[in-house]
């Protein structure tokens, strides 16, 4: 009894926990990219010339898209198909 009714109580108290996180951003990175997703949202940094594809632009990339369908999607990918990855080290 003693058990379900703190297990209840702990059901119960996860929305207050989940609100907790809702505080604001924890860190300058989260607040930067909180702001970016602000301007977004708020469409503040819209440009403000149109950006338009002409006829050609428009029918090159739909034939782009419909080839893409002619590949067949593989079972698998094999791992070691392909180039090597780069490290990163910058040498």
Same mark, same amino acid.
């Given at each position: 009894m003693k058990s379900t009714t703190l297990c209840c109580l702990g059901l119960?108290?996860?929305?207050?926990?989940?609100?907790?996180?809702?505080?604001g951003p924890a *860190?300058? #990175?989260?607040?930067e990219t909180e702001g970016w997703l602000q301007l977004q949202r708020?469409?503040?940094a819209a440009s403000q010339k149109p950006q338009t594809a002409?006829?050609?632009e428009r029918e090159l990339a739909m034939q782009?898209?419909?080839? *893409?369908? #002619?590949?067949d999607i593989p079972e698998?990918?094999?791992?070691?198909?392909g180039g090597a990855v780069d490290s990163g080290s910058g040498e």
């Open positions: 119960l108290a996860l929305p207050l926990t989940a609100h907790a996180l809702d505080a *860190s300058p #990175q989260q607040q708020n469409n503040t002409t006829a050609a782009r898209w419909l080839k *893409s369908y #002619q590949h698998f990918f094999d791992q070691d198909a």
